[in-house]
């Protein structure tokens, strides 16, 4: 697979940007995204965007070493191989100083339903990031309480599911 992604600030508060994953054997796009944001998370920031992805199987790894759910440094959520065609409006906001919301909505054109919901508090807790989040994917609804060490953001310990164990 080639990965390509772009990102353009023509402004402080305007990024635009894109990634396309093209499968090189086939000659086929796998998966694209585009969208634009507009704003700054420290204060309000809105992003709109529109991800389109095929139905091949893909490896679980790219080249850069990341996942299909992330290749991109993004958490994007269409995870499902089927072909799919999302809109995904995503609003953060500030709080207070040491909190910041979030609401994101994902739209399924093929389905022609709201294919995921997701509504996040998340605290500053000096060392610590803590977030309380509802979500709601395939009519099923989660609460979850997440805990992040800010100098190790991507580091995590999986406690449910078929595989426990600490992960990067």
Same mark, same amino acid.
């Given at each position: 697979?080639?990965?390509?992604?772009?990102?353009i600030?023509?402004r402080p508060d305007v990024?635009?940007?894109?990634?396309?994953?093209a499968?090189?054997?086939?000659?086929?796009l796998d998966?694209?995204?585009?969208?634009?944001?507009?704003?700054?998370?420290?204060?309000?920031?809105?992003?709109?965007?529109?991800?389109?992805?095929?139905?091949a199987i893909?490896?679980?790894?790219?080249?850069?070493?990341?996942? &299909?759910?992330?290749?991109a440094g +993004?958490?994007?959520?269409? %995870?499902a =191989?089927?072909?799919n065609?999302?809109?995904? /409006?995503?609003?953060?906001f500030?709080?207070?100083?040491?909190?910041?919301?979030?609401?994101?909505?994902?739209y399924?054109f093929i389905?022609?339903?709201?294919?995921?919901?997701?509504?996040?508090?998340?605290?500053?807790?000096?060392?610590?990031?803590?977030a309380?989040r &509802?979500?709601?994917e395939d009519? +099923?609804?989660?609460?979850q %309480?997440? =805990?992040?060490?800010?100098?190790?953001?991507? /580091?995590?310990v999986?406690?449910?599911?078929s595989?426990?164990g600490?992960?990067?």
């Open positions: 697979d080639f990965v390509t992604r772009v990102r600030r023509p990024t635009l940007w894109g990634t396309v994953v499968n090189m054997d086939r000659g086929a998966r694209v995204q585009i969208g634009a944001g507009f704003g700054t998370p420290d204060r309000l920031r809105l992003d709109i965007s529109y991800l389109y992805q095929n139905d893909q490896d679980s790894l790219f080249a850069m070493g990341s996942t &299909l759910a992330d290749e +993004e958490n994007v959520t269409a %995870l =191989l089927d072909e065609h999302y809109l995904n /409006l995503a609003l953060a500030r709080i207070t100083d040491k909190m910041r919301g979030d609401i994101r909505y994902e399924d389905e022609n339903d709201l294919a995921r919901q997701v509504y996040q508090v998340t605290r500053d807790l000096h060392c610590w990031m803590g309380l &509802l979500e709601e009519h +099923e609804t989660t609460i %309480l997440l =805990l992040w060490l800010k100098a190790f953001p991507r /580091l995590g999986d406690a449910g599911g595989e426990s600490l992960s990067m």
